[in-house]
């Protein structure tokens, strides 16, 4: 991916541009999604995104940037393009099966696979356009995610997270706080000590 650089001006700009990117997935180095104003309050006028979003006060290496009503102008355009949803393979595949149900009309398939439909965090609207061949719709398979266990003294999984491990008692509630990245990410973090775990869909 290039880097895309924007410069902003006002608090605002620079929580527009964050939406933006939060909504596409991306996060600070940490895996956190937080505005983190501050920063801004500070000087941060330039957000860098490549893998992940970072930030100047300048712009280092005179780097080509872009000024925020440009970037929020491409985001129009953008959204001009197909909307497209990310989602597990084993969502993608059952959504494949509806689709090509034989025998069946659309209708029928929907009916039938209400139920399954409804859990899908997407939203119905998008699911039933997207199984109707709308091309303003697209599905793709989200690449999986990873993250590091390992096995403490009592014998509970802990998970681990940038500096610090979450007890697997507290995993459901603070699933959020875990480090998931995509394998080469997490290979990055991975020790003797650590075992990369897939993280289920």
Known sequence: MTE???????????KSVLDVWFK???????????YS??????????????????YSMSNPDSKPFIEY?????????DNKMAMVY????????????????????????IAVNTKY??????????????LADDPAIEFKVREPLYR???IDQYGDKVYFKKGRSIWSAHVTEFTSNVFEAPLEEIKKWET????IEKVDD
């Open 37 to 54: 104003a501050r920063i801004f309050e500070n000087g941060g006028r330039f957000l860098f995104l490549d893998d992940y979003i970072t």
């Open 117 to 130: 439909i409804k859990s899908i965090e997407v939203g119905n609207k998008a699911i039933i356009r997207y």
């Open 148 to 150: 590091l266990m390992a």
């Open 192 to 195: 003797p000590a650590w075992k």
């Open 86 to 109: 990310e989602v597990s393979q084993s969502v993608f595949d059952e959504l494949q099966r509806i689709k090509d149900q034989e025998g069946t009309s659309l209708i029928g398939a």
């Open 24 to 34: 596409q997935g991306y996060a600070w180095p940490a895996g956190d999604k937080e």
């Open 69 to 77: 009503s440009e970037f929020m102008s491409q985001q129009k355009e």
């Open 4 to 14: 895309t650089v924007v410069h902003v001006t006002t608090l605002e700009q620079w």
